[in-house]
């Protein structure tokens, strides 16, 4: 069955380091987007892809970047980790004319 | 894309139908309106969606307003494994198919048994 994974489920880091979050989907989407969710925030969006080569930021993108050089994989990157950062990272994925979002499981992300 | 309003909580007893309100009453004719739930720490999952006219499936049915300023989210018989996050959000769809998902923050749904 088609599925969309995340990896690691959970990750601590320390401050300052790079830190990339892996997303990986077999659904053949199109579409596929990173967002966090804190509490008090609820889940907002942090970059998005509508396609190989195409990258866009969200509403909170400062700190973070995405590649996406194939239809499968839109690694997240923390380029150098901040405390602010601590959060719960969800992926999801997508085709244009969709039903819906398919989301990721989440990575649960600490950094010290 | 439209803003929506919910209450922050509800309680539904177990087997009970389960109604979910939202407003949207700016809503443009070209925005649809989407159900997602999350789950204790999981993912968000994509309940069900519609333009104006009602629509049911396997999990909810959804009943639209006919001036759409408003719909209710309608879980038949609701089970302790459908408390969750209920979010409603409206969403233009431009035909392109690109669209990015903002949600707010939703009902709390405790299903009590």
Known sequence: ?112 | DAKTTQPPSMDCAEGRAANLPCNHSTISGNEYVYWYRQIHSQGPQYIIHGLKNNETNEMASLIITEDRKSSTLILPHATLRDTAVYYCIALAYSGAGSYQLTFGKGTKLSVIP
């Open chain 1, 1 to 112: 069955d088609a599925e969309i994974t995340q990896s690691p489920r959970h990750k601590i880091t320390e401050t300052g380091r790079q830190v990339t979050l892996a997303c990986h989907q077999t659904w053949n989407h199109n579409n596929m987007f990173w967002y966090r969710q804190d509490l008090g925030h609820g889940l907002r969006l942090i970059h998005y892809s509508y396609g190989v080569h195409d990258t866009n930021k969200g509403e909170v993108s400062d700190g973070y970047s995405v590649s996406r050089s194939n239809t499968e994989d839109l690694p997240l990157t923390l380029e150098s980790a901040a405390s602010s950062q601590t959060s719960v990272y969800f992926c999801a994925s997508s085709e244009p004319d969709t039903y819906g979002y398919t989301f990721g499981s989440g990575t649960r992300l600490t950094v010290v």
